[in-house]
């Protein structure tokens, strides 16, 4: 059993800073892609940022240059560094991973179940 746990949302001011962590845990193998999404109300989720088990990263247009993701490999971890953020950036933050739990199964995608990230003055 693979689980997602996020920590780290809250209240922010806009301008302020807030690190978010995402722990992957139980049966792994390897993990591949880890990433993060968030979901505004009435919106669709949309991806923010993601980065491979090598370091190569991509991140949201809007988010560049103010969001950093970075990743422990060895705790299966990631993180996603908010400096600078907005009203608009305003969501429930999800985690996401693209992992094999056992050296003979298939790359399956997991998902945490979201913390919430209010910037508000």
């Known amino acids: 059993q693979v689980q997602l746990v996020e920590s780290g949302g809250g209240l922010v001011q806009p301008g302020g800073s807030l690190r978010l962590s995402c722990a992957a845990s139980?049966?792994?193998?390897?993990?591949?892609?880890m990433g993060w999404y968030r979901q505004a109300p009435g919106k669709q989720r949309e991806l923010v940022a993601a980065i491979t088990s090598g370091g190569t990263t991509n991140y949201e247009d809007s988010v560049k240059g103010r969001f950093t993701i970075s990743r422990d490999n060895a705790k299966n971890t990631v993180y996603l560094q908010m400096n600078s953020p907005k009203p608009e950036d305003t969501a429930v933050y999800y985690c996401?991973?693209?992992?094999?739990?056992?050296?003979?199964?298939?790359?399956?995608?997991?998902w945490g179940k979201g913390t919430l990230v209010t910037v508000s003055s």
């Open positions: 996401n991973a693209d992992l094999r739990p056992s050296r003979l199964a298939p790359i399956q995608t997991y």
């Open positions: 139980g049966s792994i193998f390897s993990v591949y892609v």
